[in-house]
């Protein structure tokens, strides 16, 4: 029997429902339906639904919402999204904003997969996965209409029910569900099973689990002794303390596997107005490159052993539209020593208020903060402390929140064995952090040794957060953002709400849905477009346009790119938003433009270009790439934020409803 037998629709509650009853809502067409004028001549509109919502931040008032069709032309079918003009739930978000999110006329033949979402309390919304692994945001179906859209599609297409996830709707494709569906990308438990690993010590999980394969070039083995930071260099061997968690490389794997098996439709086409899609074209170069790759046994985040040696042949190299090795000298300013004690007393009243918050941004963005003041520094740079508070408003506020931490974290302390078996999600998040803690950071005397305390504080502050945040909850990768902190902290409480303020603002890069990475990628091709042309049009050409291979230096903001001090040096640089709350895309513009010439002149593809990303791990020069990026932006001026959709992280938390407290839409 075959699986398209098996999970078929008919089985499924809602195509049936949909089948047996219309809604008021929805069009559809029949032979004789007439397009509207703004269609082709030759096609029908099979389904038309209003007031389908896209939501660019996570925010309720945050929404535009639009038209969403299903046209059938020939023998294809095609989805269209098209905001509506002239109406916003927030006069921020213009109509340059809104087309940013337009959906034109993508063909089911570029669709991987359907995913249906329906939550208990809220709104259906539906994420369609293009070939490509990438996704569009969420569309909500604010007046219902999910089973007939659903009901339509399958009328005209053939999709399947994926066996891995009930919820995934599998379009055109049936070969392999598991690597090819938006669950691959959402870290079934096969992979993770499927690669065992040391677990926490004390934990009841299975001691004898063996180590995960190091997978990810970092820089820790060759970090510089600093007496300062008390960092020790230690022989490794798989040593996966310093890397990703294991399923957050799988996942990227994954992707990686994805964009050598298709060009991402998502950016191939009309960038300025947004998705645009094209007509397919002829097989190329990438497409020939992956008939090579697909005999090859891959490990995550590794390209297949290269066994003889190829000396790389140059070719000419486009010149920098921007003059890029000159721009540095013009825009960027020289980096500055640290901020210091004495200095930083200046910026302080006599009652400790913050005199100028703006000036003292400035200040830490062209120098950092001397690692000894970083402690009191940080708490301002991520919100734990306010910058109009006194010296006694502090202290009220520490012994406050120290409360407030020990009460989230009661909660789970006081969960019985025998509510712990009738806890699933519990066990699953506390097995997951046992896991990650002892990979973090171990190189680092801080965390380093059995039995370290300071790894019981990491494990206890992420378990903690997945009670404070419950619908978040723990994903790996958010262990590799805590551990800074705690290390410049020092107190549980202290570090627990500077992680919470840090993750209002990447939170979304750890959302089941990836809208936050995908934005990321998305907001860094349209300013590679616009500040290097050349190199923009390469990656279009080489099946590169998707980015994924930058997904590691966004996703845990460049931590496996430098050395542990300049990591940090990094980070409170870039949380002052000083010149753009965005200037991590920046950060990996000037990294690839320093390196333009090796990419393009030795023709690097897909899987030469990531391994070459990688190997940059622990050789990048952080000041001059801050000069560059710094530079770039001042550059692209008001046309590089407007190149950035809204509410792209790490955006600003606004002080507004959220998402989960859904408000009813106009009604249009």
Excluded at 326 to 342: A, D, F, I, M, N
Excluded at 624 to 651: K, M
Aim: with cysteine; proline share 5%.
């Amino acid at each position: 029997m075959h699986e398209t037998d098996i999970h078929d629709l008919s089985d499924d509650a809602d195509y049936a429902a949909a089948s047996k009853q219309g809604s008021s809502s929805v069009t559809r067409s029949d032979s004789s339906k007439k397009s509207s004028s703004s269609d082709p001549e030759d096609a029908q509109i099979v389904y038309l639904k209003d007031n389908v919502t896209i939501h660019p931040t996570q925010y309720a008032t945050e929404r535009i919402s639009g038209r969403l069709k299903l046209i059938k032309q020939g023998s294809s079918l095609y989805m269209t999204w098209i905001p509506y003009k002239g109406q916003s739930s927030n006069p921020r978000l213009s109509e340059k904003d809104k087309n940013l999110y337009t959906i034109r006329a993508v063909p089911f033949s570029d669709i991987q997969s359907i995913r249906r979402h329906t939550p208990t309390i809220g709104w259906q919304y539906v994420i369609v996965v293009l070939s490509s692994g990438l996704a569009f945001p969420p569309l909500y179906f604010y007046s219902g209409g999910v089973r007939e859209f659903l009901a339509t599609v399958k009328q005209h297409v053939l999709i399947v029910r994926s066996s891995e996830d009930a919820n995934v709707f599998l379009v055109n494709n049936f070969q392999d569900p598991l690597q090819r569906t938006l669950s691959s990308l959402e870290l079934p438990r096969s992979l993770a099973n499927g690669t065992p690993s040391s677990s926490f010590r004390g934990s009841p999980s299975d001691n004898n689990n063996q180590e995960r394969l190091d997978t990810v070039t970092t820089s820790e083995d060759n970090h510089s002794g600093s007496g300062q930071l008390n960092i020790r260099q230690r022989q490794k061997t798989h040593d996966p303390a310093r890397d990703l968690s294991i399923q957050v490389l799988e996942k990227f794997s994954l992707v990686t596997r994805f964009a050598r098996e298709t060009t991402s439709q998502l950016f191939r086409d009309n960038l300025v107005d947004g998705h645009g899609h094209g007509q397919s074209q002829s097989q190329s170069q990438g497409e020939r490159r992956r008939n090579n790759w697909a005999s090859k046994d891959h490990q995550p985040l590794e390209m297949a052993p290269i066994d003889d040696p190829i000396v790389p042949k140059l070719v000419p190299v486009p010149s920098d539209p921007i003059e890029f090795d000159k721009l540095s000298l013009v825009w960027g300013k020289p980096r500055q020593h640290p901020l210091g004690v004495e200095e930083w007393s200046s910026f302080l009243d006599y009652e400790g208020r913050i005199t100028d918050p703006d000036a003292l941004k400035k200040r830490i963005f062209y120098g950092g903060v001397e690692h000894d003041l970083r402690k009191e520094v940080w708490a301002f740079l991520l919100g734990y402390y306010s910058y109009d508070s006194t010296y006694a408003e502090r202290q009220y506020v520490v012994s406050l929140k120290t409360a407030e931490y020990m009460t989230i974290k009661n909660q789970w302390q006081s969960i019985s064995p025998e509510q712990a078996k009738r806890f699933t999600k519990f066990r699953e998040r506390r097995g997951l952090i046992e896991k990650d803690v002892v990979r973090t950071d171990r190189s680092l005397s801080f965390y380093e040794g059995d039995d370290n305390p300071n790894v019981r504080l990491l494990h206890d502050i992420l378990l903690t957060y997945s009670f404070y945040n419950f619908d978040l909850g723990y994903c790996q990768g958010m262990s590799d953002l805590l551990s800074p902190i705690l290390f410049i902290m020092q107190d549980e409480s202290e570090a627990f709400w500077c992680f919470v303020s840090l993750m209002e603002r990447l939170g979304p890069n750890f959302n089941r849905d990836q809208n936050g990475m995908h934005s990321q990628l998305f907001a860094l091709s349209k300013l590679v477009e616009l500040l290097d042309s050349p190199l923009h049009n390469y990656f279009k050409q080489n099946d590169c346009l998707n980015y994924f291979f930058c997904f590691r230096w966004i996703l845990i903001q460049f931590k496996r790119e430098f050395e542990y001090d300049k990591t940090l040096r990094l980070w409170e640089v870039l949380w002052t938003h000083y010149l753009s709350e965005h200037l991590h895309l920046y950060v990996c513009i000037a990294i690839l433009k320093r390196h333009r010439g090796k990419i393009m002149g030795e023709e690097m593809d897909f899987d030469t270009l990531l391994k070459f990303i990688n190997e940059l791990s622990g050789q990048i020069e952080l000041d001059p790439v801050l000069r560059d990026a710094e530079a770039l932006c001042v550059c692209a001026g008001e046309n590089g934020a407007a190149s950035i959709p809204p509410g792209t992280p790490p955006a600003l938390p606004i002080p507004e409803a959220s998402i989960y407290q859904q408000q009813d839409d106009e009604v249009l």
